[in-house]
């Protein structure tokens, strides 16, 4: 399970570095999300695999901490995920923009070799 | 130690009223008796505290602040801060007083006097401070509000340049304290100024002495405009004349000394302290009297008689002999009486006859006889003429000048020069006196002159009455204070000095002589040379200010052009390539370093099903890279693909709130990238068509694809390692064992983020809350590419068969996928009430604020799909901006609302409370914190996706120079409504 987690996260990793690598801004959008993906998996593993431990604690049983998943890197990552969903959105702004005022959608604002 | 509070009071009292009376709406009279009255309550509170500082007493108040690191607001008042805090004050409520009268009432007044109280209040912190490091804090504000008074008239340009000036020299002299403090902090272990102040050994014998005390003096020398920085003060004139007499004659300049008077136990008497401390202030003396005679500008008279009586005030400070530092707090005392009530002669002279250029001025003395006679008395006391209180503190220098210290050069010069400089004072004063007062009857002056009102005449009389006094009885008027200030710095070693005006025909004596009668002899001989020149000869060809502003552009113009030739690139790309290479060098050198020895691989388990989804995600992931080029729709579908199997991956490993909210993220999203899509440019097949590729771009491609292999490959290698490894004690199990007993929320990723790390989640909202606003002040006027203003051709035929789909008529069949419409407009209570389950569940069980919000978001943004903006906004007004207000404002308040219990900010109060028929209901103040969290996110969500909407039916304006303006007409109201 782990491997195939960490391939996951590897290749959407490297897809979207690939992307942000390109001039185009609509592809490193795609590219930042990506890449986000894969950041966002990366450190809710942090917190190890578990299946059907759930960070729900019922009151009425005695406590015992090994039977739930690490529930920081899950807070962390769902701010994470709204922020990500904001920052995704600032930046479609400033791609369109940027866009309508240099006429290109270069991420230099100028077609290469201008 | 309830009087220390008092020490705030004074402190903190301008900054007070200097807010009240920037916010307030307050007329020139009402905010210049604000201004009075606080000064006047400082200057009252001060004089109460003299019977404690008697005989060395200290107040102290100290406040925790960061105990940790040994960093405590510290306000301490001894004998000799407390007579700067009564100069302060005193002359600051003299300064309001005149204020009132000088500025014209079509001034930005308020502005005026806010800014003169935040002075007063940061140049009273600077003295009462008794942490160096809160002392620097307050000596920088100083020079922020200085900077500020100086600019005050904005408009003026000069006004504008003398203050940036004087900014970049003192503010720059401030950090270099800064660091000077700092390594003072690090020497004696304690940034407490009394501890400081005992530990004079341990610093003289540092090896880090030398480098500490420079940085010290280039602080104390920048503020009190000593050579070489001196060039500083004369732009500073600019400001308006209350300022001139208050900052940079009376009180901010005086800091430098003031400063070094401070530290002068502990670290005066070395010879390095010796030479620099005594030759810059011997140079700025001598300089500052030969430039003050060849000034047409009164006020540039009076800024460099200023610079050199600081210069004699740094002299006497240098010499690091006892009797030198009670004639430097005597002189810091009298310098201030006569020269701010100078200044402020010179601004009654340039308000009544409108001109300050000495050249026109002449025979003022019949126009205002008692103006003049106040400005003579103290310009005598500026020469230093017997039964003045300037005489008194000359003649103790000229006793320190003759007496022998180190035997040096520096030292030997010492009374030549003395009595030279002193000479040039009495042919400045003399041509102040005669040129201005005295001669033929003014001609040409842009107004009559006469007597200003009463009240802006009596703060100069009565500081010249001051003069008067101490110059004639200084033993029983300012001597026991002059003692108590002295005592508290020097102690024990305080030496017998006599405040006599008679102490026998003795060397100072003749010196004085020689000084006076020369002067004036001097002053006929040049005083048609001096009238021409513009500007002292010789010395001006060596102006500082010149060689300030080459540098200011050398380095904020050409070397900053010459760097970003060198390091900056226009090109992205490159520059994230870099980035992403170094990252992945510096990995790959600390994995070299991993020592395999006794490591095993993990076994590896698998599920199919899982695997089966990863080959999804895979696939999903590689193919949007590889079509968001050209297919950018269905890269989109693709990334959100990549996305769902994101969300599955949450599902699977046990995180059920990661999994609703990026699900429903995913939504909002892909709205957003579509609604995104329609202005962008269109592709055009690929540029290199049938041809071959050229070679650069195949090895940019080839290095690009080398990087994200890399990436991805160091990612899951990391990814990998680190899970197959057991996890150790976290801070995991405190979270799950409190998450109930104090949290009260069964659901322990929402308690963490509304209640153990709701400060975090508070700031995270207000980040969201930052980027919405952007995104709609960005689209607000927002002009897209020519060739996107067309509608697209896709839209064009859907409105030729249906009719314009956001058209107000339109409905019944006419209208564009009519079922799913009505669907999308019945999903909109479903959704909300989803919302709310999802919100009020949040705390016990998967869901939670984040969730609630988007998914209300969502309900909005169905509407607008399913009927259009003009439809949606016909029948429902979102109003995004209050909600985010509302949010923010709810989550604040809850925040605060522990402050009133006691609690520290955010601490979450929790029970059960019986509701009728419910039963027991958890309750808990974090539920309402989460409220202002759903209704932050729902507004700035709904905010940003509709301000990119509707740029989808605003007409956008045709930028000048395209040829077809006929259609140029601005149709914005729908998105500068309230959205």
Sequence with gaps: MELILAIGIGVLAGS???????????????????????????????????????????????????????????ALVLTAIVIGFAMTALFLVVLIVSRGQTGTDHVDGREPGQ | ???????????????????????????????????????????????????????????????????????????????????????????????????????????????????????????????????????????????????????????????????????????????????????????????????????????????????????ILIGALTKSAQFPF???????????????????????????????????????????????????????????????????????????????HLGLITVLIGISSPLGLVA??????????????????????????????????????????????????????????????????????????VETHTGSLLDLSLPYVATLASLFAVVYSVRFIAGVFFGPDPVDLPKTPHEPPRWMRVPIEFLVLLCLIVGIIPGITIGPFLHTAVYSVLGAETPYYSLAIWHGFNEPLIMSIIALVGGVLLYFAIRNLARQMDGPPLVRYLKGQRMFERMMVAISWKWARSLENLLGTRKLQTQIAIMLITVLAAGVAVTTRFDWVGFEFPTVESDPIFALIWTAGVICAIGAAYQAKYHRLVALVLMSGAGLVTVLTFVWFSAPDLAITQLLVEVVTTVLILL???????????????????????????????????????????????????LGNTIATYFLELAYPEGGGRNVVNVILVDFRGFDTFGEIVVVAIVALSVFALLRRFRPAPESMERPAQQQRLIEIYGRGDDVGSTGGARYMPIAAVIMHWMFPVII??????????????????????????????????????????????????????????????????????????????????????????????LLFDLGVFSLVVGATVLMLIAIAHQSIRRPKKRAGDDDTSEAQAETELSQGDA
């Design chain 2, 833 to 926: 009430v989803l919302a709310a389950y999802l919100f009020f569940r949040g705390h016990d069980a998967p869901g939670g604020g984040f969730a609630a919000g988007i998914a209300m978001s969502i309900a909005f943004l169905l509407q607008y799909m399913a009927g259009g903006t003009r439809w949606v906004e016909e029948r429902l007004r979102i109003l995004p901006v209050r909600w985010i207000a509302f949010g923010l404002l709810v989550a604040l308040a809850t925040g605060i609302g522990s402050w009133v219990f006691g609690y520290p900010f955010l601490t979450s109060f929790f029970q059960y409370t019986e509701v009728p028929y419910i039963g027991r209901v958890p309750t808990a103040s974090a």
């Design chain 1, 16 to 74: 979207g570095v690939w992307l942000i690598l390109r001039p185009r801004s609509f592809q490193v959008i795609i590219g930042l999300s990506l890449l986000s993906y894969a950041v966002n998996l990366f450190i809710f593993a942090m917190g190890r695999l578990g299946t059907g431990l759930p960070p729900v604690i019922d009151p009425n049983m005695p406590m015992d901490t090994s039977v739930f998943t690490d529930p920081l890197p899950q």
């Design chain 2, 328 to 401: 430097a707090i005597f002189h810091i005392v009298n310098h201030a009486t006569f020269k701010a009530s100078l200044f402020m002669a010179a601004g009654i002279i340039d308000h009544e006859t409108g001109t300050r250029d000495m050249r026109k001025l002449s025979g003022l003395f019949r126009f205002m006889p008692i103006t003049a006679t106040a400005a003579m008395v103290a310009s005598a006391a500026m020469a230093g003429v017997p039964l003045l209180n300037g005489f008194l503190s000359k003649e103790m220098f000229f006793a320190e000048a």
């Design chain 2, 1 to 215: 130690m309830e009087k220390g509070i008092f020490l705030v009071v004074i402190v903190g009292l301008p900054f007070l009223a200097a807010l009240v009376v920037a916010l307030g709406r307050f007329t020139r009279s009402t905010s210049s008796w604000a201004a009075l009255a606080v000064a006047l309550v400082g200057l009252a509170i001060t004089l109460s505290f003299y019977p404690s500082v008697l005989n060395g007493d200290v107040v102290r108040l100290v406040i925790p602040w960061v105990p940790t690191i040994g960093l405590d607001l510290i306000f301490r008042m001894d004998g000799f801060t407390w007579l700067f805090t009564t100069l302060v004050t005193g002359i600051g409520a003299l300064i309001m007083l005149y204020a009132r009268y000088y500025m014209s009432p079509d001034d930005p007044v308020q502005r005026f006097f806010a800014f003169l109280l935040a002075f007063m209040g940061s140049m009273l912190g600077v003295v009462l401070s008794g942490n160096v490091i809160q002392l620097v804090v307050f000596w920088e504000i100083t020079s922020l509000f200085s900077f500020l008074l100086i600019g005050y008239w904005y408009h003026n340009a000069a006004a504008r340049d003398g203050a940036r000036m004087a900014l970049t020299i003192t503010a720059s002299g401030g950090l270099c304290l800064m660091a000077g403090m700092l390594l003072l902090g690090h020497i004696v272990g304690s940034y407490d100024l009394d501890v400081i102040l005992g530990s004079r050994d341990q610093i003289i014998s540092n090896d880090l002495y030398n480098i500490t005390l420079g940085l």
């Design chain 2, 230 to 308: 001196q060039f500083w003060l004369p732009n500073a004139m600019t400001a308006p004349t209350p300022v001139s007499a208050y900052l940079h004659s009376a009180t901010m300049v005086k800091l430098g000394v003031f400063l070094l008077v401070l530290l002068w136990p502990v670290m005066a008497g070395t010879d390095i302290w010796f030479w620099v401390v005594g030759s810059a202030g011997l140079i700025t003396l001598l300089l500052g009297a030969y430039s003050a005679i060849f000034q047409q500008d009164l006020k540039g008279l009076l800024a460099y008689s200023t610079i050199s």
């Design chain 2, 676 to 726: 995104g899509l329609r202005w962008m440019p269109q592709r055009k097949p690929d540029i290199y068509g049938q041809v071959i590729m050229p070679a650069s771009v195949l090895i940019r491609r080839g290095r690009d694809l080398l990087i994200a292999i890399g990436v991805g490959l160091a990612t899951t290698t990391i990814a990998y390692f680190v899970m197959t490894r057991e």
